[in-house]
């Protein structure tokens, strides 16, 4: 760099401009592989949830928002 810059004194814009848009690739490529990740886990996520529903699994719901809702109309009959 230095010996390019004795013999033209504005090649400093050329190492300058190199730097930055080498920055710029090097923080693109490392955004990139983030967003790859976070892609991937989405899929095994969407994966998990889209498998076949077990009727355990339903019936379990179901006694969840039974106490739910046993709880909310309890909750309801003291404040009226």
């Known amino acids: 760099m230095y010996t390019a810059m004795d013999f033209h004194p504005l090649s400093w814009m050329y190492f300058l401009s190199f730097v930055v ?3 710029f690739v090097a923080i693109n490529l490392f955004i990139a592989v983030v ?5 991937e886990a989405k899929a095994e996520r969407l994966e998990e949830l889209q498998g076949p ?5 339903i019936l379990s719901d ?3 928002t ?3 809702l046993k ?3 309890a909750r309801l009959e003291r404040t009226s």
């Open 35 to 39: 967003i790859n990740n976070l892609d």
């Open 53 to 57: 529903v077990t009727q355990e699994e």
């Open 62 to 64: 179901l006694r969840d």
């Open 71 to 73: 709880r909310l109309v």
């Open 21 to 23: 848009l080498g920055t």
């Open 66 to 68: 039974q106490k739910a």
